[in-house]
């Protein structure tokens, strides 16, 4: 039997947007052609057409999905253990999901394309908050400590090093230098007990107040 064509049309309009990250992440957006796409996603020109009207649009799809690009597992704990846990999980969603990794390559170059939007940013620094929020109730956090503020100051620094880690090595030190990152910024939120009672993934050395 055929395929329905509603079915049909969101396979093809998957097909169309995971073609069109893999060749934003390859080309960035100026680099990047509807041409280039269409040849990737194997569509027509009327296909391309129907789902996505010019490669801006294909940009802003690619860029509006960036938190459904990444799927962290259910996790047993809360607080700065899962704060860290998704951190360390993003660097490694960054090395290896062509979606996620196009979408922030985007966040970063969208001058290119005429746009000045921090949604993408902001909704990580609400996701950051709420876990800092509840290391808060479990007491994990230092006294002076701000959780929106320091949401900011984390999602800052942690855009900065994963372009700094994608210069110097497309990314492959991400996961250390998130590490040294950890390192300096921990002793400044966090009790020493609760750094004490943190793990960290087997590949990047584990450290204590």
Known sequence: ????????????????????????????YSGASISKIMERAQVTQGGMYFHFKSKLGLAQAVLAHQQEF????????DGLQL???LNFFLARELQTNVLFRASVRLAV??????????????????????????ARERGELLPGVDEREFANVLVGA?????????????RADLQSRLASM????????????????????????KFAA
């Open 70 to 77: 990444v799927h962290f597992p259910p996790q047993g704990h």
């Open 109 to 134: 170059e969208q001058g290119d394309f005429g746009m000045r939007d921090d949604t993408a940013y902001q909704e990580w620094v609400d996701q950051f908050h709420g876990l800092l929020c509840a």
């Open 158 to 170: 942690y855009s900065g090093i994963q372009v700094f880690s994608n210069v110097a090595s497309g």
């Open 1 to 28: 039997m055929d395929e329905p064509k509603q079915e049909r049309a969101v396979k093809t309009r998957e097909a169309i947007l995971y073609a069109a990250a893999e060749v934003f992440d390859t080309y960035g």
């Open 83 to 85: 704060l860290i846990d």
């Open 182 to 205: 950890w390192r300096y910024l921990l002793p400044a939120i966090a009790t020493p007990q609760a750094i004490a009672e943190l793990r960290f993934p087997q590949d990047v050395q």
